[in-house]
Nanobody
Framework: QVQLVESGGGNVQAGDSLRLSCVVS????????IAWYRQPPGKQREMVAI???????TVADSLRGRFTISRDVTKNTVYLQTDRLKPEDTAVYYC???????????????WGQGTQVTVAS
């Protein structure tokens, strides 16, 4: 069974940190890259960071330095550490399983249900 389950969101103040978790079913974790996306209210979903199945990581240019992606292979979990949060980081954060080809990430239809992050000013 394919599962991606996010957790760790919440209501925080600007400047706070959150660590989001995405627990992934074992077959998916070891086969696909895992990406974090976010969807701010009233806006389109956007890529945040990618954890490749081989261990490499990528973070969106605008978030590098504040957001970090990592994984724990013993727990089939991919983390998104979010630091110095800003009100504009308010969004539903999703994880997705996908494929990286020629440096481009292609999402599959495997999505989690999302976790809400709300940052107050």
């Amino acid at each position: 069974q394919v599962q991606l389950v996010e957790s760790g969101g919440g209501n925080v103040q600007a400047g706070d940190s959150l660590r989001l978790s995405c627990v992934v079913s074992r077959m998916i974790f070891h086969t696909y890259a895992i990406a974090w996306y976010r969807q701010p209210p009233g806006k389109q979903r956007e890529m945040v960071a990618i954890q490749s199945s081989g261990g490499g990581t990528t973070v969106a240019d605008s978030l590098r330095g504040r957001f970090t992606i990592s994984r724990d292979v013993t727990k089939n979990t991919v983390y998104l550490q979010t630091d110095r949060l800003k009100p504009e980081d308010t969004a539903v954060y999703y994880c997705n399983a996908g494929v990286v080809r020629s440096g481009q990430y292609s999402p599959t239809d495997y999505w989690g249900q999302g976790t809400q992050v709300t940052v107050a000013s």
